[in-house]
């Protein structure tokens, strides 16, 4: 039995792997390939996780927890206090559905992608810097997220309404794949890459941010853009380098007239518009599985 114990014990710990670099916020360099993916749950053991976390728990060092594809259902809750250095937490491709109540305060990447999370964490720590929900079915982005935050992909949710003060740090937003159909008057300052793909909306956004460097808004239910507006557009938009319309309901005369525009103003400027002209249809509920 303590042998049984020890093996146990010496596979859990292999999850735990501590690093000390001088960037301290980016994630490990490459996931962790785990040799016995599929074997089992080796998180549920309480007493086995502690004792697997104590010994690499030295103050002065960040640790970096690969969990993603474990067929995790749940998190202790007492993870805040045994990972108190945790920084980079993965735990994509899991059962997950909720998180605890606090989760390590020096964490600052969380990958939740492909679970069955319905609702954004309450309570996510303020030095969050990255945060990925994307492939769950969350339908609110509440007003609270962490200021510090610089990128969020909540892709391929049930998302229909993009609240008016998110993070101004923020600099990457993917909201591909939702229900979205009305957009909000202000944007975080510092957005760079907004991603818009099939979701319900007709007009390019207003009032983005100068710096917008990517604009995608492939599949929705755009079917005109006014030239004289778009030469607006593209004057508050000094940096825009890619601008994605592909899907929509646009003419192609309607196309060549904006590029014409592009062409006299921006000619950096990269219009993507496959699969145009065709018609604008309100787009059916999508069944999550």
Not at 38 to 45: A, Q, T
Not at 168 to 193: C, K
Request: charge should be negative.
């Amino acid at each position: 039995m303590k042998r049984d114990f020890m093996k146990k014990l010496m596979l859990i710990s292999l999850f735990f792997i501590p690093y000390c670099k001088a960037a301290a916020d980016q994630p490990a360099a490459g996931p962790y390939v785990d040799p016995d993916k599929g074997k089992g749950k080796l998180i549920e053991d309480i007493d086995s996780w502690d004792k697997a976390v104590q010994p690499f728990q030295p103050i002065e060092q960040r640790i970096d927890l690969d969990l993603a594809g474990k067929e995790i259902e749940a998190i202790p809750d007492n993870l805040n206090l045994k990972l108190l250095r945790l920084r980079f937490l993965d735990l994509a491709r899991n059962l997950i559905t909720d998180l605890p109540a606090n989760l390590p305060q020096e964490l600052v990447a969380l990958f939740l992608n492909d679970n069955r999370i319905a609702a954004i964490p309450e309570n996510l720590p303020q030095q969050l810097k990255r945060l990925n929900l994307a492939h769950n079915q969350i339908a609110i982005i509440h007003e609270n997220l962490p200021q510090q935050l610089e990128y969020l992909n909540l892709a391929h949710n049930q998302i229909s309404t993009i609240p008016e003060n998110l993070p101004q740090q923020l600099g990457r937003l993917n909201l591909d794949d939702n229900r979205i159909a009305t957009i909000p008057e202000n944007w975080p300052q510092q957005l760079e890459y907004l991603y818009l793909n099939d979701n319900r909306i007709a007009a390019i956004p207003a009032n983005l941010p100068r710096g917008m460097y990517n604009l995608s808004l492939a599949n929705n239910l755009i079917d005109m853009i006014d030239p004289q507006r778009f030469c607006q557009i593209l004057q508050l938009l000094p940096n825009l380098r890619d601008l994605d319309l592909s899907g929509n309901a646009i003419s192609q005369e309607n196309v060549n007239a904006l590029r014409q525009v592009a062409a006299a103003t921006r000619p950096y400027l990269n219009i993507t518009a496959d699969n145009i002209g065709g018609i604008a249809l309100v787009k059916p509920a999508k069944v999550k599985k």
